[in-house]
């Protein structure tokens, strides 16, 4: 999910195991009640997150760039650029994963300033792990926080019913697949 040329994509954080992730996407999904398939991530955003201490920006896309949202675990603070905002509203499948990613940051790596020193170009460089890999671990956060593994043996049996209980695009559904299976997690 989270590679790139087969090397990280972020900034070396301390480690998380999959299973670890999952636990804390599992235990945000617990602490708002939210048990069922879909998840309102711009209700969730907008009352749940702010709620709890977080600030919210909505952002030009002149301001933003590239950059699609951005999150400050140090700082409590999530960016999203208006235009994803606006996709998150109408429930838009890759939105949907772009904000559970950076929620993912936010529940991670509390209190790590996620900035690093170069472009884009000179990550590819980086020789941590993926499990050390900040965006590998928001990546991971996303499918398990959108498509938990209960909930998928409950109402799914391919990838095609996971994209349409999960609201996620059907590559989501298919990269969350092929994790599962090779933790040996799904029956099919």
């Known amino acids: ?15 998380l195991r999959r299973i670890a992730i999952r636990d804390q ?8 009640g939210l048990n069922q398939p879909i998840v309102d991530l711009a209700k969730f955003v907008e009352c749940e997150l702010s ?45 949907r994963f772009t904000i559970a990613h950076e929620i993912g940051h936010l529940a991670l790596h509390q209190g790590i300033p996620l900035r690093w020193a170069g472009t884009p170009q000179n990550n590819a ?4 792990a993926f499990y050390e890999d900040s965006e590998w671990q928001a990546d991971t956060f996303a499918a398990e926080f959108l498509m938990p593994v209960d909930l998928i043996r409950k109402y799914c049996t391919k990838a095609v019913e996971i994209s349409d209980v999960f609201g996620v695009s059907l590559d989501a ?16």
């Open 1 to 15: 999910m989270a590679r790139t040329n087969n090397h990280p994509r972020g900034i070396r954080v301390p480690p």
């Open 25 to 32: 996407a599992m235990k945000v999904r617990e602490a708002y």
């Open 51 to 95: 709620n709890s201490g977080y600030v919210y920006d909505i952002v030009s896309g002149d301001e933003m760039g590239d950059d699609e949202a951005q999150a400050f675990p140090d700082s409590c603070v999530l960016r999203i650029r208006e235009d994803i905002y606006e996709a998150l509203i109408r429930q838009d499948r890759r939105a």
């Open 125 to 128: 460089s980086r020789t941590h």
């Open 173 to 188: 559904a298919l990269i969350r697949i092929s994790a599962l299976r090779a933790e040996r997690l799904l029956p099919w």
